[in-house]
């Protein structure tokens, strides 16, 4: 299907929360804000014109100079068509919460885990969310931009060298 | 428990013989069937995601070789073909063709680890050391052409970094006319081998819609009767020149997806044939200066290679600004690479969309009900290589 039909279609359905749409990139991107992000998936995945019901990936994201600085995002996969799109949404620091979406797609339980672990994003509504990759008494979200790569206590390795 | 019976909890600990690779299952055992499990895994996370955000480009292809090591050449391609996407820079039938062939190749070796893997786990040692005879050969090959047998860094942003050498071609040419007769036999020990196929028929089903559910891609979808198969949907590096099956499963279980990898490996074979016997002349990379090494003489005798040899080397080439997803068919699935770019030496964000992460979330579903030399066979048909489960 056409970027054109799927901008007209979430336009007409979701009209206020849709922030940016994006087709510059390879993909159909779109920006919406988290109270709505469940009902969209739901929609591009229910609707049988739409019909995107395969959950590639979900991943997040840290911009720590913008108002609302952590992101997650999904890519879908309409897997009949061969068409792909991506959606965006933003929270902040304080309240990062998002909708869990691990009732559309059950593939989603490990990748929130795996987000949640890396950016510290909450899923609400997730069945078991916590750390999978990390210790569980790690008490910082390593992916974020202020978490350095190379532990900053070590006297022995020289920065000059290494994690430039 | 709630109905008066009384479960026991077993720990198929993190290192343990059969498990392949570093991972932990805590299984709720009610006599001898399962009822319910637990996986941790992280064992050997090792930052990949953290660690390419800093640093240049050409430098995250050793990363990517530690994903799925036992086909490192399709996640170094992969990558480098995510980058070739960002910069639009676009490869000769040449290259294409020489990627096609390593690619296979990593394939045929993986799925050949893969079914050796689920014949020692059911007790068949046998057929495993006679397979890895074959992968020692191609260990040769891909050190003839990029230096390294296992984690391979192969081939550069914009092709290869030397052609493929006349002892390379005679490998190529010797281990396409020794495989078939090895995996005959391997086939006639255990393809309808009676004690085999009552192991594995039926042990660790999943139906197609949950499998799509859980995002499987690859030959363990493949097996469940969903043929989706991204070098056919969306093909890549010329894909579309070959003509190949993709063989289909009915059941979903642990003798299908055997099956499915015994033929995948036959069609890879064909389509290696079809590419060396048809690869056409040309050079064995485009020019993307800003990227790719100049030669060695010129770096001594011009200046313009003198600056981009100093510029490649301590990464301060330009990147444009943008964001793409691409993906490869790798031996367990859909391999994605979602590179975030804000124009400096090194990504803002790389995720790596891991196969063998995704749907090893579903064994708990899998192996319920069943005891527990199935959910071993399972577990190892299913593919599950630590490097990409963690990454």
């Given amino acids: 299907m056409e970027n054109t039909f799927l901008i007209e279609n979430l336009r007409n359905h979701f009209e206020q929360d849709i922030f940016e749409m994006n087709t510059n990139t390879d993909m159909l991107t779109v920006t919406v804000s988290y109270p709505v992000i469940h009902d969209v998936i739901r929609y591009l995945k229910e609707d049988p014109a739409l019909n995107f019901t395969f959950l590639t990936t979900l991943c997040g994201i840290h911009y720590p100079d913008r108002g609302l600085p952590l992101g997650v995002i999904y890519h879908l996969h309409n897997i009949y068509e061969n068409q792909r799109i991506r959606i965006k949404t933003f929270v902040t620091l304080n309240e990062p919460k998002v909708p869990t979406i691990t009732d559309l797609f059950a593939a989603a339980n490990w990748m929130e885990r795996e987000t949640y672990d890396f950016y510290g994003i909450v899923f609400e509504g997730h069945p078991d969310l916590k750390r999978i990759l990390n210790v569980e008494y790690l008490d910082f979200f390593p992916m974020r931009k202020e978490y350095p790569l190379e532990d900053p206590t070590r006297e022995d390795k020289d920065d000059r060298y290494f994690g430039r | ?391």
């Fill in chain 2, 1 to 391: 428990m709630s109905n008066g019976k009384e479960y026991t909890t077993l720990n198929l600990g993190p290192t343990h013989p059969a498990m392949h690779g570093i991972f932990q299952n805590v299984l709720t055992i009610d006599g001898e069937k399962i009822v319910d499990s637990e996986q941790t895994i992280g064992y050997i996370h090792r930052a990949f995601e953290k660690i390419a955000e800093r640093r240049p480009y050409y430098q995250i292809t050793t990363l990517t070789d530690r994903l799925n090591y036992c086909s490192a050449p399709i996640n170094n391609i992969g990558w480098h073909m995510t980058m070739e996407k960002l910069l639009g820079v676009k490869t000769t039938r040449r290259i294409d063709y020489m990627r096609i062939i390593l690619m296979e190749l990593a394939r045929i070796t993986d799925h050949l680890i893969c079914n050796s893997v689920i014949g020692v786990d059911s007790g068949a040692l046998t057929g495993f050391v006679y397979v890895f005879q074959e992968r020692e050969r191609v260990y040769e090959i891909y050190e003839e052409v990029s230096g390294a047998r296992l984690t391979t860094n192969m081939g550069r942003i914009g092709g290869f970094e030397r052609d493929f050498s006349p002892a390379a071609i005679r490998k190529l040419r010797d281990f396409l006319n020794h495989l078939p007769k090895v995996l005959h036999e391997f086939e006639k020990l255990l393809l309808r081998n009676r004690i085999f196929m009552d192991r594995t028929i039926n042990v660790g089903p999943i139906t197609a819609e949950k499998a799509l559910n859980y995002g499987f891609s690859g030959p363990n979808l493949r097996a469940a009767g969903v043929d989706l198969d991204i070098r056919v949907i969306n093909p890549y590096s010329s894909y579309n020149d070959f003509d190949f099956i993709i063989p289909v499963g009915t059941n979903g279980d642990t003798y299908d997806r055997f099956c499915v990898r015994q033929e995948e490996i036959w069609q890879s074979l064909k389509i290696i044939r079809n590419a060396l016997e048809n690869l056409p002349a040309g050079n064995f990379h485009v020019n993307v200066p800003e990227f790719y090494l100049p030669p060695k003489e010129e770096v001594y005798s011009k200046m313009e290679a003198l600056i981009w040899h100093f510029k490649i080397v301590m990464g301060e080439t330009a990147v444009p600004a943008g964001e793409v997803y691409h993906s490869v068919e790798a031996a367990n699935g859909e391999l994605g690479f979602y590179l975030v770019s804000d124009g400096g030496r090194s990504p803002y964000r790389l995720h790596f969309r891991r196969p063998c992460f995704i749907y090893y979330q579903a064994l708990p579903e899998m192996i319920r009900g069943g005891v527990l030399s199935d959910a071993i066979l399972t577990m190892s048909s299913m593919n599950v290589i630590a490097g990409e489960l963690d990454g």
